[in-house]
Each structure stands twice: as C-alpha cells, then as structure tokens.
C-alpha cells in the first residue's frame, strides 16, 4: 500500500511566510526593548514631588583623589520653587554644593550657603564649570561604569534617594553638547 504525500508550493510558502513574518514581528520587539533599556541606562532619572532629577553622573577619579564631583539637572514641573538644602552619599565623609566662577581672571570655587532654589517651572543644571556638588573625603574611588547612592533634600519635596553613573575621567555626561 503506497502513501501519496502532496503539499503545494502555496502551502509550503504560505506557512513559511507566515512563520517568516512571525519571526520578524518578536525580533523587531526584542530590538525595541534593547532600544528602549539603553535608553533607560542613558538617561536615568529620578522623581520627587514636582521634582525630577535627570542623568545623575560623576566621573571616575585617579588612585588617592580626595574629592569626586556630581552633576544633574533639577527640572520643577511645579507652580511653585523648591530648594535643594542637602546632599548625603557612602561614597564619602561628606558632600557639599559648590559654585564655579570666575572674577577679574581668576577661577573660583566656593560652597552655596543656603541652599539652591529651583524655580518654579524651571530647572537648574548642576554641571563641570558652575554648581555642582563635591564629595569630599571619599571613602573609596568612583570607578567608570559603576554607580553610587546619594540622598538629596530638598526644603518642600522632601528627599529623594538617587544613583550617580560614573563616567571616564575626561567625560561631560552627555552635556558636550550644552558647553558654550
């Protein structure tokens, strides 16, 4: 007794089609959700009240520094100003806001008394070269890729516990393109 076993080109193109497609569909979805992480990596961010803190950073420091510096932007979606009074981390004995400048030549660098006000529906960048914070007595180096705790205080929104990427040594945290 002989079996004849047929199937048409359709049927096999129509199932290899469909299957092709199906395919394509979970590989195009598995590359938006990659897409979507590193983006996520990229540009973390943190919430509080009104308050959002973008892309916390720091860069990696050589053997026996001292001090590291931090950088984020302060974005307040709200109708009325906050202030940033306090900054706290592991990764040193203490942290402090500092501000950059310069006067008849000379650079400075100084701590900001009182605080830091964040207008309402507005934002500050805390960024190499004006405010930015400073560890000071680090107990240990910021290294590239890594990240570490900090809790920030702010006098409305209360606190928030946020993570600073550490970066190369020479880098400008995705703010190249801001430098003037």
Not at 45 to 59: A, M
Not at 90 to 101: I, P, R, T, W, Y
Not at 155 to 167: C, H, P, Q
């Amino acid at each position: 007794m002989s079996h004849s076993f047929r199937i048409s080109a359709g049927t096999l193109f129509g199932r290899t089609l469909s299957r092709f497609k199906a395919d394509l569909g979970i590989a195009a979805l598995a590359l938006a959700l990659v897409f979507l992480g590193a983006q996520a990596v990229l540009a973390h961010e943190f919430k509080v009240g009104d308050l959002e803190i973008e892309h916390p950073w720091s860069r990696a420091t050589p053997a026996g520094a001292k001090v590291a510096g931090g950088y984020f932007t302060i974005v307040n979606k709200g109708s009325t100003p906050d202030r940033l009074l306090s900054i706290s981390s592991d990764v040193s004995e203490k942290a402090e806001l500092h501000q950059m400048g310069v006067k008849d030549g000379v650079m400075t660098m100084r701590p900001v008394d009182g605080g830091l006000e964040v207008p309402a529906g507005g934002k500050v960048a805390l960024a190499p070269g004006g405010y930015h914070l400073m560890f000071i007595g680090l107990k240990r180096q910021p290294k590239q890729g890594e990240k570490f705790a900090a809790t920030l205080t702010f006098e409305k929104a209360g606190t928030v516990n946020i993570e600073f990427a550490v970066e190369g040594m020479g880098e400008m945290g995705g703010m190249d393109d801001h430098a003037n």
